[in-house]
């Protein structure tokens, strides 16, 4: 089994920031691609960014120069630093991990977190 517990989300005022965090706990080996989803009210689910564990890095082209994602592999953690939020940001934030347990590969997701920004 493994649990994603993401955090950090809430309410800002246009041009604020916001950090989200996200921690893989259970029997896992290792994760390979983490990130980040969000889904607005009426809208499917869209990527944000996602990191691998060399650190490669992938960004929204609506997100790009505004956010950041990062990890620590040791602690199976990945951050999101959301810099310069408009209104559009508003969702809910989903962290997803690729990892590898005693039964294979799978794919994991948090519980999301709610991001809601002012103007």
């Known amino acids: 089994q493994v649990q994603l517990v993401d955090s950090g989300g809430g309410l800002v005022q246009a041009g604020g920031s916001l950090r989200l965090s996200c921690t893989a706990s259970g029997r896992i080996f290792s994760c390979n691609t983490m990130g980040w989803y969000r889904q607005a009210p009426g809208k499917q689910r869209e990527l944000v960014a996602t990191i691998t564990s060399g650190s490669n890095t992938n960004y929204a082209d609506s997100v790009k120069g505004r956010f950041t994602i990062s990890r620590d592999n040791a602690k199976q953690t990945v951050n999101l630093q959301m810099n310069g939020l408009k209104p559009e940001d508003t969702a809910v934030y989903y962290c997803?991990?690729?990892?590898?347990?005693?039964?294979?590969?799978?794919?994991?997701w948090g519980q999301g977190t709610q991001v809601s920004v002012s103007s």
């Open positions: 997803s991990a690729h990892c590898s347990t005693v039964v294979g590969w799978g794919d994991y």
